[in-house]
């Protein structure tokens, strides 16, 4: 399947903090969808993007497609407790039906 | 709730049996994937199907087989389970064939013993 790399693998951020994680790949997508994962649960759609250069915003979490179609990045501003889980970055080639997940980015919160 | 719904929610048996992994899509949702996650590992697609017909293969092992059925739900069916099967299988629907949203079940986590 295709190879998507997601970094950083985890992250302990600050309270209050922005933190931004990214994915990217040696091929050309046609759709990048993040999505948040808690413990024992299925993951969660957070934001969809279909078209190169769109910028989403879905609350406190901002999310683009990357100009080159081989790239995108979620920001979360702003963070609070409730954003640890983990964040999965996915995607979808025009010409393929199936949709490949990133490693993910584990997100642990400091109070 | 995404609407998308997977029974059961856990599942224990021993190696060498058989499970069938049930998973009904959101309401006009044409497209099913499944997914297997092991502890600590990512998303591998195993397979997709769209209105009953098979559309992309992941790393689906032999042992392993899954179908859609004319009212849109689909099963995923494993044999032989060995130890190494145990995970948390998820079950994924869209309304498109490709290049839309795709909404996850709870998943079933499936323990081989």
């Known amino acids: 399947g295709q190879q998507l790399n997601q970094s950083p693998q985890s992250m302990f951020i600050q309270e209050g903090e922005d933190v931004s994680m990214n994915c990217t790949s040696s091929s050309i997508f046609n759709t990048w969808l993040w999505y948040k994962q808690d413990p024992g649960e299925g993951p969660v759609l957070l934001i969809a993007?279909?078209?190169?250069?769109e910028l989403t915003s879905n609350g406190r979490l901002t999310a683009q497609f990357g100009i080159t179609r081989k790239d995108s990045f979620l920001n979360i501003s702003a963070s609070i407790p409730s954003d640890v889980g983990i964040y999965f970055c996915a995607g979808q080639l025009s010409n393929d039906y199936k949709l490949s997940f990133g490693a993910g980015t584990t997100v642990t919160v400091r109070a | 709730d995404s609407g998308v719904t997977q029974t059961p929610k856990h599942l224990i048996t021993a190696t060498g049996q058989r499970v069938t992994l049930r998973c009904s899509p959101r309401?006009?949702?044409?497209?099913v994937y499944w997914y297997q996650q092991s502890l600590d590992q990512g998303l591998q697609f195993l397979i997709q199907?769209?209105?009953?017909?098979?559309?992309a293969k992941g790393n689906i092992l032999e042992r392993f087989s899954a179908q859609q059925f004319p009212d849109l739900h689909s099963e995923l069916n494993l044999s032989s389970l060995e130890l190494g099967d145990s995970a948390l299988y998820f079950c994924?629907?869209?309304?498109?064939?490709?290049?839309?949203?795709?909404?996850f079940g709870q998943g079933t986590r499936l323990t081989v013993v």
């Open positions: 309401s006009g949702d044409l497209s």
């Open positions: 199907y769209y209105n009953g017909e098979e559309r």
């Open positions: 993007l279909y078209k190169a250069g």
């Open positions: 994924a629907s869209s309304v498109a064939n490709a290049g839309s949203e795709a909404f």
